[in-house]
């Protein structure tokens, strides 16, 4: 199985992801319907998260996965059977292959129990980023545009890493012991 992507794909899929990183609900329809979602816009992007649609619209960011999460959406997919088969008929093949290819990492992060470390997510808001960046840049010849576009693009990797490491202290014994201490503060007072 292999398929390149083209220029314009891979964009639009650049720019979905990082508007459903930024919640940007305008956006998400508009990418989600130029990859063919058409108005099934909002299944798409849970499938693609592989999270439910309040999540999507609260910030893919906002909330860790949960387990009552997870089983809403193993609960509601068979709800949503020819929603689904009608959604993938319309997709460019180029999606079918990157869907399976997020589904066979979710697989292997639940399998490695590390999906709440959102990995997979982070590597690929990274790359997106990343991508949208470097096609931005050479669309311009100001030294200037240029230097805002690295400028910006450091600025959201930046988030990124604060937001992982986030990540990893919550889930950590430090993070817990932090948490329980400010906690035990915040009631002392």
Known sequence: ???V???N???DYCRLWQALI???MKRVQKYSRQLGAGDLYPLFACMLTARSWESV???IDRSPVSTK???EIRTNAAAYLPQITKLLNNVPRQMLLLLKTNDLLRGVESALQTRASASSFLN???CCIRAVSTYQRSRTNSPYRKAQISLSQALSLWQINLYELFLRLKGSWLGNWVIA????????S
């Open 1 to 3: 199985m292999m398929e």
């Open 5 to 7: 992507l083209t220029d």
């Open 9 to 11: 794909f891979r964009l």
């Open 22 to 24: 930024k919640a940007d």
């Open 57 to 59: 619209n609260r910030g």
């Open 69 to 71: 999460e997870d089983v």
């Open 124 to 126: 690929m808001s990274r």
């Open 181 to 188: 201490f400010l906690s035990w503060m915040h009631h002392s």
